[in-house]
């Protein structure tokens, strides 16, 4: 399929920005929002495009998290709407420990929204998604193959990111934050020397333009040294915000899982070359 123009729009979602790529031949969805994100995913499709939902021909779900995972399964049930995502997606909810990380989730998710917005909505959701398409690092999107999956784990085991070489066009999903102008690591850190390996990565497409989903949602300029500086705060020692939201998730036994075989590594080896 040759690359086609697109508009690319701007969703206000519950506590997250969400983008939606509006093609001749169909909608792209670059994050799946939260559960109650649906309706004004559907009220923004007949609205303001004068489209059905059903229009939709992907969905990406770049992580486990409420934000960002919690509308994908009513997106398919009530439209038919496709999924792709990361092929460890379902496991970081999995089993008793992934229920209870999903709840603590949930109740933060609450609290930025009684923060932001004074007023909470649903947010408990179906967590097994079962994607129609997985993707893997550097794969192109089913029907949109002018954009890219970039494995970026670090946030969780799984983080994806969606570039569009032919726009020098990043989304950065939970990479980093933007608060007040200025550039932070996301909340929590799960795993942060595979993060600083993702900084680089992105820092090596070399993006002109940003779509982030949390704070401004896009900045067509960007700091040159941004992905070093974002490297250079992972050096920082925790504050108070940063030890509380980190011991509040580490009860998904894939985080366990995989701290342990990172532990394992270093000792074996003396330094950590674990990887996912």
């Given at each position: ?36 994100d649906v309706k004004r995913i559907e009220d923004f499709c007949r609205q303001n495009l004068h489209r059905s939902p059903a229009e939709i021909k992907l969905a990406v779900v770049t992580h486990m998290h409420p934000d ?98 032919g726009e020098s066009l990043l989304y950065a999903a939970d990479c980093f934050l933007e608060v007040k102008g200025r550039y932070q690591t996301p909340l929590p850190v799960m795993f942060p020397q595979w993060l600083e ?80």
């Amino acid at each position: 399929m040759p690359s086609e123009t697109f508009t690319l729009h701007i969703i206000p979602g519950y506590i997250e920005n969400l983008f939606l790529a509006e093609y001749e031949h169909g909608l792209l969805l670059l994050d799946c929002g939260a559960v109650n994100d649906v309706k004004r995913i559907e009220d923004f499709c007949r609205q303001n495009l004068h489209r059905s939902p059903a229009e939709i021909k992907l969905a990406v779900v770049t992580h486990m998290h409420p934000d960002h995972a919690g509308g994908a399964v009513l997106l398919r049930k009530n439209f038919g709407v496709p999924l792709a995502a990361h092929q460890e997606l379902d496991r970081w909810y999995a089993g008793p420990g992934g229920f209870i990380q999903k709840v603590i989730d949930c109740v933060l998710m609450q609290s930025v929204a009684r923060r932001t917005r004074g007023k909470l909505e649903k947010a408990l959701f179906n967590s097994r998604i079962q994607a129609d398409y997985v993707l893997a690092d550097g794969d192109s999107l089913p029907f949109f193959p002018e954009w890219k999956a970039v494995a970026v784990p670090g946030h969780t085991s799984h983080d994806l990111v969606l570039y569009h070489a032919g726009e020098s066009l990043l989304y950065a999903a939970d990479c980093f934050l933007e608060v007040k102008g200025r550039y932070q690591t996301p909340l929590p850190v799960m795993f942060p020397q595979w993060l600083e390996a993702s900084f680089q990565k992105m820092g090596a497409l070399q993006p002109s333009s940003l779509l982030i989903a949390h704070g401004e949602a896009r900045r067509d300029q960007i700091p040159a040294d941004l992905f070093q500086s974002l490297q250079h705060l992972l050096q920082t020692p925790p504050n108070k915000l940063t030890r509380q939201v980190k011991r509040l998730s580490v009860y998904t036994p894939e985080y366990r899982r995989l701290n342990k075989l990172q532990k394992q590594s270093r000792s074996k080896d003396g330094a950590n070359k674990f990887s996912v």
